[in-house]
Nanobody, 125 residues
Framework: VQLAESGGGSVQSGGSLKLSCAASGDNLQRYCMGWYRQAPGKTREGVAVIRSDGTTAYRDSVKGRFTISRDTSKTTAYLQMTNLKPEDTAMYYC????????????????????RGQGTQVSVSS
Protein backbone atom coordinates (compact mmCIF):
# COMPACT_ATOMS: atom_id res chain seq x y z
CA VAL A 1 0.00 0.00 0.00
CA GLN A 2 1.27 3.43 -0.91
CA LEU A 3 -0.09 6.70 0.41
CA ALA A 4 0.44 10.21 -0.95
CA GLU A 5 -0.71 13.33 0.90
CA SER A 6 -1.41 16.72 -0.59
CA GLY A 7 -3.15 19.95 0.34
CA GLY A 8 -0.95 21.36 3.06
CA GLY A 9 0.01 25.02 3.21
CA SER A 10 0.20 28.18 5.27
CA VAL A 11 -2.88 29.94 6.57
CA GLN A 12 -3.79 32.47 9.20
CA SER A 13 -5.55 31.55 12.40
CA GLY A 14 -9.20 30.83 11.67
CA GLY A 15 -8.47 29.69 8.15
CA SER A 16 -9.21 26.37 6.48
CA LEU A 17 -7.33 23.68 4.57
CA LYS A 18 -8.34 20.36 3.07
CA LEU A 19 -5.81 17.56 3.02
CA SER A 20 -6.06 14.62 0.64
CA CYS A 21 -4.54 11.16 0.84
CA ALA A 22 -4.47 9.06 -2.31
CA ALA A 23 -3.98 5.38 -1.60
CA SER A 24 -3.04 2.54 -3.92
CA GLY A 25 -2.68 -1.16 -3.21
CA ASP A 26 -4.61 -4.18 -2.04
CA ASN A 27 -7.33 -4.48 0.62
CA LEU A 28 -7.84 -0.74 0.89
CA GLN A 29 -11.59 -1.10 1.17
CA ARG A 30 -11.19 -3.11 4.37
CA TYR A 31 -8.70 -0.83 6.03
CA CYS A 32 -9.10 2.07 8.38
CA MET A 33 -7.55 5.31 7.15
CA GLY A 34 -6.31 7.99 9.46
CA TRP A 35 -4.42 11.19 9.95
CA TYR A 36 -1.80 11.99 12.52
CA ARG A 37 0.57 14.90 13.01
CA GLN A 38 3.92 15.75 14.45
CA ALA A 39 5.07 19.21 15.45
CA PRO A 40 8.77 20.06 15.85
CA GLY A 41 10.10 18.71 19.12
CA LYS A 42 6.90 16.84 19.90
CA THR A 43 5.76 13.25 19.62
CA ARG A 44 3.38 12.03 16.98
CA GLU A 45 -0.27 12.35 17.87
CA GLY A 46 -3.33 10.81 16.30
CA VAL A 47 -5.86 13.23 14.85
CA ALA A 48 -8.67 11.23 13.25
CA VAL A 49 -9.56 7.81 11.87
CA ILE A 50 -12.32 6.59 9.58
CA ARG A 51 -13.34 2.97 9.39
CA SER A 52 -14.42 1.18 6.23
CA ASP A 53 -18.04 1.51 7.38
CA GLY A 54 -17.66 5.29 7.68
CA THR A 55 -17.42 5.44 11.45
CA THR A 56 -15.16 8.29 12.53
CA ALA A 57 -13.21 9.20 15.65
CA TYR A 58 -11.32 12.36 16.58
CA ARG A 59 -8.98 13.63 19.26
CA ASP A 60 -10.79 16.09 21.50
CA SER A 61 -8.84 19.17 20.43
CA VAL A 62 -10.03 18.92 16.81
CA LYS A 63 -13.63 17.84 17.35
CA GLY A 64 -16.01 20.26 15.68
CA ARG A 65 -13.20 21.75 13.57
CA PHE A 66 -11.81 18.81 11.57
CA THR A 67 -13.75 16.32 9.46
CA ILE A 68 -12.33 13.09 8.08
CA SER A 69 -14.01 11.53 5.08
CA ARG A 70 -13.43 8.94 2.42
CA ASP A 71 -14.52 8.69 -1.20
CA THR A 72 -16.88 5.95 -2.34
CA SER A 73 -14.05 3.84 -3.70
CA LYS A 74 -12.45 4.11 -0.25
CA THR A 75 -9.08 4.79 -1.82
CA THR A 76 -8.88 8.48 -1.00
CA ALA A 77 -9.21 10.02 2.43
CA TYR A 78 -9.66 13.67 3.24
CA LEU A 79 -9.18 15.85 6.27
CA GLN A 80 -11.16 19.07 6.14
CA MET A 81 -9.71 21.47 8.68
CA THR A 82 -11.55 24.63 9.67
CA ASN A 83 -10.97 27.31 12.32
CA LEU A 84 -7.30 26.40 12.33
CA LYS A 85 -5.20 27.46 15.29
CA PRO A 86 -1.45 28.02 15.62
CA GLU A 87 -1.25 24.87 17.76
CA ASP A 88 -2.42 22.87 14.73
CA THR A 89 0.89 23.64 13.02
CA ALA A 90 2.61 20.33 12.23
CA MET A 91 3.53 17.86 9.55
CA TYR A 92 0.38 15.88 8.80
CA TYR A 93 0.60 12.25 7.77
CA CYS A 94 -1.91 9.84 6.32
CA UNK A 95 -2.02 6.25 7.48
CA UNK A 96 -3.92 3.08 6.61
CA UNK A 97 -4.21 -0.40 8.02
CA UNK A 98 -6.09 -2.88 10.14
CA UNK A 99 -8.69 -1.08 12.21
CA UNK A 100 -7.93 -0.93 15.92
CA UNK A 101 -10.53 -2.20 18.38
CA UNK A 102 -12.49 0.18 20.55
CA UNK A 103 -13.85 3.67 20.13
CA UNK A 104 -10.75 5.85 20.46
CA UNK A 105 -9.27 4.66 17.19
CA UNK A 106 -7.86 8.13 16.46
CA UNK A 107 -5.17 7.45 19.07
CA UNK A 108 -3.76 4.65 16.95
CA UNK A 109 -3.54 6.55 13.66
CA UNK A 110 0.29 6.79 13.87
CA UNK A 111 0.52 3.02 14.40
CA UNK A 112 -1.43 1.80 11.36
CA UNK A 113 0.65 -0.39 9.07
CA UNK A 114 1.07 2.03 6.18
CA ARG A 115 2.07 5.70 6.34
CA GLY A 116 2.68 8.50 3.86
CA GLN A 117 5.45 11.07 3.61
CA GLY A 118 3.48 13.94 5.08
CA THR A 119 2.34 17.42 4.15
CA GLN A 120 3.15 20.55 6.14
CA VAL A 121 0.43 22.68 7.72
CA SER A 122 1.44 26.04 9.18
CA VAL A 123 -0.98 28.33 10.97
CA SER A 124 0.06 31.85 11.93
CA SER A 125 -1.60 33.98 14.58
Amino acid sequence: VQLAESGGGSVQSGGSLKLSCAASGDNLQRYCMGWYRQAPGKTREGVAVIRSDGTTAYRDSVKGRFTISRDTSKTTAYLQMTNLKPEDTAMYYCSAGTCPRGRETWFYAPDLEYRGQGTQVSVSS
